[in-house]
């Protein structure tokens, strides 16, 4: 393993205009217990890979309360309180759960001041950096769920809000009320169904956060562009999970890919992509 490897080698992205943090980020989900719920298998190791991303260069780091639920917020806490001056902390709130697999929506104003509020304890936080509503709720406004969201912010409790699993029309919709500095949405090689969604990320400076940035594991199948994606970590002599970063690192200047593990030597792996460099016909051959 590259002794010399930093998530910084990435590059930097500023969110809001005074949270600068390296391109290439952790997401938390991962270091929970099977089926996103409860405490991991083994608990010292959770907490060791949180320790490593941050002195492997990693300073933005994204969780939510029902990851867990709650669990992941608290282990952020116990491996890092007192947390490095530039470590910025995303979480999200507006999904409960019942149990292991299981994701309901429940983005009500009252529920959402609640998630917050816990959400900051088990963080042992006075504010949030990045505070993202989870997912929009059918059966509530939209505008209903982001204004809670602001009367939070006005309150000192949330630095600057993101949205997650969002259309255009919900972030514009959204934008109207305040301004937003992430959006996190599925986005890897094989889904590409937010195109349009990172597009107007990139021309508004939004960053844009991919969830299952390495397609949930199954890039070993055979379509044509997983078949590029083979060629290409090849060439450069990586594994496929790194080419997969580096694509997104590529894709666009405002992306910043969140891989989660719960191992040591995956999280390297993954870290060790931030220096990967791919050439255009790269990007091109992946198209």
Known sequence: MNAHMNASAAGRL??????EVNRLGFGAMRITGRGIWGDPPDVATAVR??????????????????YGPGNSESLIARALCPYPSDLVIATKGG???PGPDHWNRDAR???LREACEASLQRLRRERIDVYQLHAPDPKVPLEDSIGELVRLQRAGKIRHIGVSNVSVAELK????????VSVQNRYNLEDRDSDDVLAYCESKGIAFLPWAPLGSGRHARGSGSLRALARVAERHGITVGQASIAWLLGRSRVMVPIPGTG?????????????????????QDMR
Do not use: K, W, Y
């Open 263 to 283: 191992s040591i030597a995956h999280l390297e792996e993954n870290v060790a992509a931030a220096s990967v460099r791919l050439t255009p016909p790269d990007m």
């Open 95 to 97: 999904l409960v759960r």
């Open 109 to 111: 104003p009252e529920h």
């Open 14 to 19: 500023v969110l809001g205009a005074d949270l």
């Open 173 to 180: 919709r959204c934008e109207r009320l305040t301004p937003i």
């Open 49 to 66: 890979v949180l320790q490593r991303a941050v002195s492997l260069g990693v300073t933005f780091i994204d969780t939510a309360d029902s």
